[in-house]
Every structure is written in C-alpha cells, then in structure tokens.
C-alpha cells in the first residue's frame, strides 16, 4: 500500500469543484452502510436521501467522477465506495500526527474511524514532558522536540492540532516547516499557512453558537405564533359578543333595563303617558 506525501488525491487535477470534494465524504458515508447491509445497488432519489442533498446536485457531482448510473437500475454501490475512495485518497495509507493530547486530543487518539477510512496514527505528540511516554490509545505520548524527526520518519504530509489557542500558530508553523501540507485544525484560533498549505478547520464552539441561533430562532417563530393565534381568538371573541342597544342601556342594570322594555308600547315606543 502506498504511503505518505508522493501521493496525493487527483480531485484537483480532474477539476472537480470544492463544493463536490465536500460531498464526496457523505456520499461515501451512506455508500458503505449500504454495502455492509449488501444492498447492490441505489437509486440516485435514495443515495441523495441518504447523504442529505438533493438528486439533482448528486448526478452532478458523480458526472465529475464519469459515473452516471444506469437507467432503471442505479448505482453499483461497490463500485461507487472504490471510485470515490479513489478520489479521495483513501486507497493507500495516510500517516497522521496529533499534536496536543489534551482531553480534545486524547479522545482524537482513541476515534476508531480513523483507521476504516484510510488514516494511520502515526505519533501523538504534545508539550508538556511529563505527558512524555504516558499511554493513551495505546500509543506513548512523544514530547514536541521530538516533532520533525517524527514527521520525517513517518513520511506524515497530515498533521490534526488540538492544543490550546495560543499554541496552535507556533505548532502550525513547525509542522509546515517540517513538510506538513495538510492541517486539521481543532484549535479555536484561525491559522496563517503558506500557498500550498491545506487547512480545515473544526470549531465545535463557533457550531454550538449557530445551532443556539436556530433554536432562538425557533423560539421568537413560536412566540409569535402564539401571539398572532392570541389575537385570533380575541378578535373572534368580540365578534360574537352581543351589540348593546345603546351605551346607556348597555351600562344600566339588568333589572333596569327589563324595566325599560316592560314599558314599551305595541310598536315598540314608550308611551309619553303611564297607566295610573
């Protein structure tokens, strides 16, 4: 199997758009449930579905790839899982270094999907030398002076930081140094990399405060349902209540105003003269 920096993805080669390279993942993603439940093949409706887009904007992207299906059958999901994979790079081994095994970094070290999807560990590295051969994951921690040598016996051209924001420049600088071209930054911090340095960047924070925006969103639509349904109900209230003859009347007492009716003539008028 092929490994490290000699070997890179041909998406950008292939002109295929960034916005296609971001979907390649969740289309892979349903790809595989589908084939560990040995479904043989899936409609273009389904896979969208499945992947969370629309059908239309998946046969676009799978035309960047030359695959287009075949009416009335589909997509052959093993071929698309190898061709996609393919696209991706994640056909040979890509050696990966954790820098800051801190709480973020520890549960980075013990995520299982690394190795599914065509990543390696390859070392964990953080500052602090006490943390310096402690196992986690079962990996001894290396301390960061350790770094180059690391990368440059592993062939490593990924590099994931996960220390605290005001490291995470020094560190990014260091792996560039050393021939890292691809970053995954968990730090909360934005990252200043040379032409030719690929970062993504994953701030759990800034995802948290745009979920809270929906919600209070959702919240003041709800309100002002209750609101517009309150004021329904008011209007629809008074329009059935009885219209009063006169505001005078209105404000009189009932016994009054049985009076005042007793007192009325055959036609309705009140005499100018009572019976004695």
Known sequence: ??????????????????????????????????????????????????????????????????????????????????????????????????VGIGNLGAALANYGGFASRGFRVAALIDADP????????????????????????????????????????QVCDRLVAAGITSILNFAPTVLSVPDGVDVRKVDLSIELQILAFHEQRKAGEEAGAEAVVADAVAEAAAADAPVAESDAEAAAPPAARAETTDRKGPDGDVPAVMPA
């Open 1 to 98: 199997m092929a490994t490290g920096r000699t070997h890179r993805p041909a998406t950008r080669s292939r002109g295929i758009p960034e916005a296609t390279v971001a979907r390649l993942p969740l289309y892979l993603r349903a790809l595989t449930a589908l084939s560990e439940r040995s479904v043989p093949t899936v409609s273009s409706e389904e896979l969208a579905a499945a992947a969370g887009v629309n059908s239309a904007k998946l046969r676009k992207d799978f035309s960047y790839l030359g695959s287009y299906g075949t009416r009335g059958v589909g997509y052959d999901v093993e071929y698309l899982v190898y061709q996609i994979s393919r696209e991706l790079g994640l056909t040979q081994d890509w050696p990966v270094v954790i």
């Open 130 to 169: 006490n943390m310096a051969g402690t196992p986690v994951a079962g990996m001894p921690v290396q301390h960061t002076d350790e770094l180059e040598k690391i990368i440059d016996d592993n062939g490593v051209s990924i590099g994931v930081i996960s220390t605290p924001a005001g490291a995470a420049q």
